[in-house]
Structures are given as C-alpha cells and as structure tokens.
C-alpha cells in the first residue's frame, strides 16, 4: 500500500535543489516504492531562498531556521544539503528528533563528526544515505561485479582522480568552502571523500596509506553578499585559503593491492575529470564520468598487448533499466542522485540500509583525517 512520506530539505543551494528534482522524480523511475515523498518544509538562512523554494517547487513552507524543521511533526525524512561546519549539529538533532536522513558528503569536517552523527541515527534508529553519488552510475556497479567476479584476475593497482577547475580562477571567492573552521579540508572533504568512497566500494579496505597536499592560490577576496556554487569577487578584502586546494595519495589496500588517489579542485583545463583506471593480474576496467555510460574492459588470456573494448552499459547494470531502455543512451549526474533518492526510500521503507551509508561516510572521514596527518608528518599512517 503506498503512504506519503513527509520530507524536508535543509540547505537550497545548487545541491538542495538537485534533491528535491530527485524526490520528486524518483517515483516516476521506481514506481515499485511504497512510499511516495512529499515536499513539506524547506529551510536555508539566506533570506529569500527558502521562499523562491516554496514558489518554485511546491514545499508546503519555508523557515530560515533548520530547528524549526526538527521540531515539525509532519517531516518523517531530511535531505541535509548545508555547509559543512553545519552537518554534525543538524544531522544530530534531526536524528534525535527522529527524522530519516540524507545527508551530503563529506558530513561534517572531521570523522568525530561523522562518527557523532552515525551514532545519533543508530540510537534513534533512523536511517541514514549519504551522498557518495558516483558509486551509484551504471558502469560503476558493472566495474564492480567484473572486478569481484575474477573477470580482470587479482587485483594489482588502482589509480583514482577527481580534477576540477572549479576553484582555478584567481577571483573565486573566499567562500566558507576555503576556511578550514567551516570547510574542513578543502580538497580532501570535497573531491578525495569521493575517490575514498570508489577506492572501498570497488576494492574492499584500505589498510594504510600516505599523503601529499598543498595550496596553489593562497589568497582570494571575501565576497560581498551570499553565494552560491563557485562565485566570483572582485575588489574585496583579501584573506587566507587555509585548506587543501590538492592532494596526492598512495594507498595500500588489504587485498595487497596499491593504489594512487589524486584530487585537485584548481586543475585548469579539467571540468569534472572524475574516474579510475583498476588492474588486474588478466585484464584491467576504465571508468571516465565524463563518458558516464561506457566502460573500457580489457580481459582475456593474452596478457600482452590484450585489446581493449568499450561496453555500453545498458539494462542489467545497475539501475540503468529504471532510466534508459537501452545500451548507449545516456544518463546524467541528476540520475544518480534520483538513484540515491530511491535508496534512501527503500531503506526507510524495508528498514535495511541500501546505497552509501553513514558507515561509509565515517570510513571515508576517517581516510580523510589520515591523509591530513600524514601529509602534516611526511610519513604512511596505519588504518588498522
């Protein structure tokens, strides 16, 4: 029998948009859902927002204040899309107050925060997805099963990127993404948390690892008002970038095999350049975001100079087939997270955690923290 379900979205930004297309698409793509999201509050402090949210898409009403959604009866489920410095603080009151929660990576700026918000849910006993949304593309799932399934032999070595340009341009504005009491680590909490999230969906743990970081444009001017996304100032007082703008790591993984994980937010020339490249002892699987649809797979018993074939991922992968329905038509970064969507539903519904979960998001916050010490020691750090 399928009941509404009250949701909130917390943050209306570019992200808190991109969740509530996603509530309100995800019973088009998964009518199989017993629950069917319904917009009933939205909240973000910058003034007019949460009203353009509420004229535009439908919410039954809008607060500046995120408590005031905690305390409302009719919100079951709340899509975290704030700041980061703010993620801890909301992601545990809205647990305590007994609210479902999707919540964005990296949730909060260090794995004490996300360890705090995961037991908040654990002892509420509410659910929690986390938007680790990469590992959610059709060819990622088709990646994993070619990789556990011996297709490509034992895994050797895996090289992980996440390059943008997103914060290349010298008149970016000092916004909270670059302070590290609001932002956390920059980079790392940014990009990196992803490429952790890929490195453990595909290969299992990681057991140590060692870091590289730094900052490239050390300066940029304060912005005048609110923003959004990537902004740009000009003409306003200059202050510090104090997180990471990159960072290189090397890991070693309990499998035995190694990898590289690279992310840079100020690569110019690089829009989106997200992907992984994994070998193995028989063969080796490409992934480029950028051509999300296809999968570069080489496997066989040549060794030398084996050929390598692109799949067009299709029905039978993943949760293509709620999409497309067929082989090479494509899908975008807006599915993925109507797919998450769908996860965060099924776990409320069923009780049992589908997708990116906030165990995740503390394996990953706890990467994060040791790539950090490591970079700060120039030394391998122990994950065990």
């Known amino acids: ?13 570019w992200m808190g948009r991109v969740h509530t297309q996603a509530y309100a698409r995800v019973p088009h793509h998964f009518p199989g859902l017993t629950l069917r999201p319904e917009l009933v509050a939205v909240a973000d402090e910058v003034p007019g927002r949460a009203e353009e949210a509420v004229a535009r898409y439908g919410f039954a009403t809008g607060t500046r204040d995120w408590r005031t959604v905690a305390a409302d009866p009719r919100v079951e489920a ?7 410095f703010l993620h801890r603080e909301i992601g545990v009151a809205m647990a305590e107050a007994g609210k479902h929660i999707w919540i964005e990576k990296p949730v909060g700026l260090t794995a004490a925060d996300a360890r705090a918000v995961s037991q908040a849910a654990a002892k509420a006993g509410v659910q929690g997805t986390v938007g680790f949304n990469y590992r959610n593309a059709p060819a990622v ?22 390059l943008s340009d997103y914060a290349a341009h010298p008149e970016g504005a000092l916004t909270w993404r670059y302070e590290r009491e609001c932002g956390g ?21 990681i057991e140590a690892l060692t870091a590289d970081t730094a900052v490239f444009l050390p300066r940029r001017a304060r912005p005048a008002g609110a923003t959004a ?38 690569s110019v020339g690089e829009q989106n350049n997200y992907g992984f ?40 992968h993943g949760e293509y087939a709620a999409f497309q329905p067929g082989a090479a038509n494509s899908m975008g970064y807006d599915d ?43 030394s391998w750090v122990s994950l065990a």
Not at 294 to 313: C, I, K, M, N
């Open 78 to 84: 709340v899509s975290i899309a704030a700041p980061n």
């Open 229 to 266: 996304g990537h902004a740009r100032a000009t003409g306003g007082e200059f202050g510090t970038v104090e997180n990471e703008d990159y960072v290189n790591c090397l890991l070693r993984f309990a499998s035995g095999a190694r990898g590289v994980l690279e992310a840079c937010r100020v």
């Open 141 to 162: 799932a088709a990646a994993r099963e070619l990789i556990s399934s011996g297709e490509i032999g034992t895994v050797t070595h895996v090289r992980i990127r996440l």
């Open 1 to 13: 029998m399928v009941r509404t379900l009250g949701v909130a979205v917390v943050g209306f930004g």
């Open 185 to 205: 680590s920059g980079v790392l909490g940014d990009l990196a948390s992803h490429g952790v999230d890929l490195a453990r969906h595909l290969l299992g743990e």
């Open 336 to 378: 993925l997270k109507v797919i998450e969507a769908h996860h965060f539903l099924r776990s409320i519904e069923d009780g049992t955690p589908h997708g990116a979960t906030l165990d995740d998001a503390v394996h990953s916050a706890e990467m994060l923290d040791a790539m950090a010490r490591s970079a700060e020691r120039g």
């Open 277 to 316: 490249e994994v070998h193995g002892t028989r063969g080796a699987v490409f992934w480029d975001f950028r051509r999300m649809g296809e999968l570069a797979v080489s496997r066989g018993t040549a060794y030398q100079d084996q050929p390598v074939s692109t799949v067009y991922v299709g029905p039978g």
